[in-house]
Each structure stands twice: as C-alpha cells, then as structure tokens.
C-alpha cells in the first residue's frame, strides 16, 4: 500500500497554499476589483485578471461557500510528479505580507487569512 504524507491530490486537484482573502459574493469580488482600477463588474470568467502586483487569484470550492481566494500564493501543487518543495516562512514576514495584502485591496488586514486545501484543477 502507497502511503503519502502532506498534500494529497489526483490528476484532477491541486492542494494549495494561499495568504489573502476569499470570496463567498460575486458582489464581494467586484467591489475588491474597482478598488483594483476594474471599470464596472467583472463578469465570473474573468476573475482571474485580479492576480497582478504580486497576487495571485485562485478558483476553490469550500464547504462554507468560498469560491475564490485572491492573494499571496506559496503551494499550488498539482499531482504532476513533482514534490512540493520545503519552505520555511517566518511568521513575522506572513505578518507583513497579510498587510500588504490587505493595504493593496482596500480590506482590514483581519479579514486576510491563510488558506490550506485541495481545489479542482
């Protein structure tokens, strides 16, 4: 039997690694979006035009209804043969991080988390 420690996924999942803000609201998204210079609503296809100045936005399905994260992405590893690399990040460099996150966003740095999981690839 295979056993594997850490990150699971499938050729149809990745697991990931994300510090920033998730979305629950398409409403949610368009206001972060003309915080960002989006002129009028970004329509569902085009969510992925928010990764820019150093973000990244990734499609997840969550339990709790989250369907996007937009942030700081430190694993996205999909089942590729490839194992993820070791890293370690000091919490006060995550500190950091979640404020300028939250400074480029326009949100209250509470609101940004980290976020561990596997999504549909």
Do not use: H
């Amino acid at each position: 039997m295979k056993s594997r420690m850490g990150f699971v996924s499938n050729s149809s999942s990745s697991s990931f690694v994300v510090l920033g803000i998730g979305f629950k609201e398409v409403k949610e998204v368009n206001v972060i979006a003309n915080r960002l210079g989006w002129i009028g609503d970004i329509d569902v296809n085009d969510f992925f035009c928010l990764g820019r100045d150093g973000l990244e936005y990734l499609y997840v399905e969550e339990e709790d209804g989250t369907f996007g994260l937009l942030g700081k992405v430190y694993a996205n590893v999909a089942d590729d043969g490839n194992p993820l690399e070791s890293q370690r990040i000091p919490l006060s460099q995550l500190t950091i991080t979640a404020y300028e996150i939250a400074n480029k966003l326009g949100v209250d740095v509470n609101r940004v988390q980290l976020y561990m999981g596997t999504r549909p690839s």
